[in-house]
């Protein structure tokens, strides 16, 4: 018998599909085939240099061209305050177009209320609570052998290694991203901006 499945279980699993299939492209020095362009405009890149460093890492997403998916998605989660409060926070941005490698229609769905949970479970994924530089990630790494385990804001854990120097985060369902521009400094916290979203076990 054919079963109908609640919108926000089918959602969840289509994302979870679409991290295993999605490539997060890798550091140069590492052989890989990227996917092809989608036919749209190409988002716009993040420039981390206009980042405004005195202020929150709510106000500084939400002004930044190439952070508006995000942007969108914190304000529907309601964690645009949390990452406006004292923290301190650390950040793994996806830019617009880390959401792009996702299925198509992913990032749209997630702003569904009925995917609410899923969409607050992928986002605080995001998050580690207190300020980790790219020295103290590395460090870290080192101490551990070649790998550190960062616990998230929603307690599941995140994997970083480094592909050459730089960082390489793995999420606990396989799904890899790459720190793109690291150490932007905000007031309550720091940004890494990062090249595929991190999809963590999400609620069924």
Known sequence: MIRSFP?????????????????????????????????????????????????????????????????????TAELDSLLAGNGPYTLFAPTDTAFTRLAPGIAGDLLAPENRAALVTLLRYQIVPGVLSTEQLTQRIRAGGGRAVLTTLGGQPITATLTGDVITLTSVTGNRSYVEAADVAQANGVIHVVNGVLVPNLPQ
């Not at 699993?13 to 295993?20: K, P, S």
């Not at 206009?50 to 304000?75: C, D, F, H, N, V």
């Open 7 to 75: 919108a926000a279980t089918r959602h969840a699993a289509v994302l979870l599909l679409a991290a295993g299939l999605a490539a997060c492209v890798p550091p140069a020095t590492a052989p890989v085939s990227a996917p092809p362009p989608p036919p749209s405009a190409a988002p716009v890149p993040v420039d981390p240099s206009r980042i405004e460093s005195e202020a929150t890492i709510a106000a500084s997403i939400a002004a930044t061209p190439g952070l508006t998916t995000l942007a969108s998605e914190l304000r």
